[in-house]
Structures are given as C-alpha cells and as structure tokens.
C-alpha cells in the first residue's frame, strides 16, 4: 500500500534573523495541515540539524498537536526527507493513518560562514570544509571529463534564474555566465553564486492512506541509506555512490528508470553537486552530466527539468527544512499549480536529497523518493 502526499506547506526561505523557530514551523505545518484538510494526524516527525532540545515539541505545541508521538531527526542535509520517509514507511506499515511530516532550520544565528568544521574528524581538523570537498569534485571533473567553468557556472544561471518565478525563493537572479565567473572564490574554482546560501525557513507534508482525493499525490518509491567506506581507492567522486546505490533501489520499489522520470529537485548545494547528482540519479552517464545543462535538457522547458524550485542554490539551504523544500516543489508541480514555473509534462517527480561529511564515508544520508501524480 503505497502511502500520499496529502498536503504542503512551507514558509519562505531566506535570512529571518528575527524569525523563531516555533513561528517558521507552525507556519509551514498549518498551511500543510489546511491543505490536506485535516486538522489531527496520529504523529509527528520533525527535521532539523541545529534546533535546541525540544524545538520539536515546540513546534507541535503551537500547531495544538498534543499527545501524539513526536519524532525528532537529525541527518545532516537529509533531515527532512529523512522524516518523510519515515512517515511514510509507518504509513505504509499501517502503523498510522496520517503523519504530519515537518523540517525547519534557523541558521542565522550560527556563526558567519561556512558551517563549522568537527574537530573529531581528521577531515574537519584539517579545515576540510564541504566548499573544499565539492571544489575538489569540481577540480577533478574540469581535468578528466569535458567539463568548463562555463558548464558550472551555467547551472548556477539556469537554478538562480528559475528562482525567480518562486515567491518562496531566497535568491532569484537573472546572471550570466560572466557573471558568476567573476563572482568572488569561495573554493577554487567555485565562487560565490556557485554556492548555496545561508537561510532560514520550514516546510511540512502531510502523509497518509490512500483516500482518492484529486490533488493527492502518490509516494510511489522512498529509500534511505547511509554512505559506504569512502577514500582515495573509490572510483567516484564523493557523495556519488550512495545517491546512485539510493535512486537504483527507489526507481525499482517505483517500477520505473531514470527515463521515466519528468522532473527532478536535486541536492545542488554547489554547482559540482547538480552535475554528479544527475549522473549518480541515471539521467547522463559518468563523465557527461555536463551536457545536460549546456543542451537544456534540464531546464524547466527541457525535456527533464531539474531543480525548477531554484534548487538549493536559488531557492536557499536551511538544512533541516531543505529536503522537505524539495518535496513541495515536486509536489505543486505533479499537482500543476506551479505557475510560471510549472513543467508542463510533469507527472513522475524524483526528490534527492544527501549531506553530511563523516570522514571516511560517502556521505551521511541519501533519500531518494519518487512521487506519481494524477494524470492531467
């Protein structure tokens, strides 16, 4: 019994200093709860990476969802999808009936800059930041395939540029590739419009057992997996192992391959990331994800848009709320209520979403879902 998407809610992305946690959830999970027309679920899972003990409780206290279990998870970039997918494994368990799944991050307040190195890894006593780990994908990828600067910077301008028809996005832009070239060096050869940004923000999804309404939305396929042993003998670059080990097993639970696919929401917290993560998801074949950006296959016209939310780039990354972002866009677009976004053809969606940097491993988390919609 697979389980639906119900309903979604998010707050908009982007600095709000002033914001509290409990506000930016509560205002994404009573828009999801309103949507799905329900106003009780029997349980609650929370995301979220740097929220104190007991934002969860917190956040359902002022959503008035008393006395259901609540969830906390933490799962580096993956909370949130990490708890859809728990939601829905219990809805699909019959554990459940319906699952109030929710992801929220204040980063604000943390201190400026990058996210701040683990003294207990080797890697973050190093400095070993994910700017390095991602430039050094996009070092490695400039001398062994036929990838430019130019391919980099060009997905910067397509995600920066679909975010402007987002009114939840951070940061929508109309650049050039010139542009981002010349932008500042955050991590050679990565500069700054190459790079997701600071943000604040919630969003929330409303799991459940089939029940035939219209704008309902399937979860056809859902897996999560933690990384493998990872180092200098791997013969992929980091991260790209596990999010290809992860769709595999989600397009097989779905029934479908990557050419079935009709728009993907990737993990694209570097310009490097879209372009491997499109090669780990099957969409090209290693070394030549590059050529999706530069034929426009993934643009929101093309022929399997990625990232039409802006992505993590434009639309902002607040880690725990950012896989759950990525859930409401792919979930408007299956419902055609995109806007001037909208992927005309869409009805097979995929969300990926994978973070963490444990030294050794390939990455902390991995969720890979599938979502069907209706046909229109």
Not at 52 to 60: F, L, N, P, S
Not at 148 to 170: M, S
Not at 202 to 209: C, E, S
Not at 306 to 333: I, K, W
Request: with cysteine; net charge negative; glycine share 12%.
């Amino acid at each position: 019994m697979s389980p639906w998407v119900y309903g979604i809610g998010s707050s908009r992305f982007g600095r709000q200093p002033d914001a509290e946690v409990a506000d930016l959830a509560a205002r994404a999970g009573l828009d999801a709860l309103r949507d799905a027309g329900v106003d009780r679920v029997d349980a609650v899972y929370v995301g979220t990476v740097f929220g104190e003990m007991g934002a969860a409780q917190r956040v359902t206290h002022r959503l008035g969802l008393h006395g259901v279990p609540v969830v906390r998870i933490e799962n580096a970039c993956a909370s949130s999808t990490t708890a859809l997918h728990e939601a829905a494994a219990a809805v699909a368990a019959g554990r459940y009936r319906t699952v109030l799944a929710l992801g929220v991050e204040h980063m604000s307040r943390l201190p400026k800059g990058p996210l701040p190195p683990e003294p207990r890894d080797p890697h973050g006593r190093a400095g070993l930041l994910l700017p390095a780990l991602y430039a050094m994908a996009a070092t490695r990828y400039l001398e062994t395939t036929p990838l430019t600067r130019a391919d980099l910077a060009a997905v910067a301008v397509k995600n920066h540029g679909n975010a402007l028809a987002n009114p939840l996005a951070e940061f929508g832009a109309r650049l050039s590739v010139d542009e981002v070239l010349a932008a500042k060096t955050i991590a050679e050869p990565l500069t700054l419009h190459q790079c997701s940004p600071i943000s604040d923000g919630a969003a929330a999804a409303v799991v459940g057992v089939h029940r035939g309404h219209e704008r309902d939305v399937e979860i056809a396929g859902t897996e999560l997996r933690s990384g493998a042993p990872w180092d200098s003998r791997s013969p992929h670059v980091w991260g790209f192992d596990v999010v290809r080990d992860t769709a595999r097993a989600a397009y097989a639970t779905a029934g479908i391959g990557p050419d079935d696919v009709d728009l993907v929401e990737c993990h694209d917290a570097f310009t490097i990331g879209e372009v491997t993560t499109t090669e780990s998801l099957g969409l090209a074949d290693v070394g030549e994800g590059y050529r999706l950006v530069r034929d426009g296959v993934t643009a929101v016209d093309g022929k399997t848009p990625v990232n039409p939310s802006g992505g993590l780039l434009g639309r902002g990354h607040p880690l725990g709320a950012t896989g759950l972002g990525q859930v409401y866009e792919v979930v408007t677009q299956l419902r055609h209520e995109a806007g001037e976004r909208q992927v005309a053809h869409a009805r097979t969606g995929v969300v990926e979403t994978m973070g963490g940097g444990v030294t050794g491993i390939d990455g902390n988390a991995c969720v890979v879902v599938v979502f069907r919609g209706r046909d229109r």
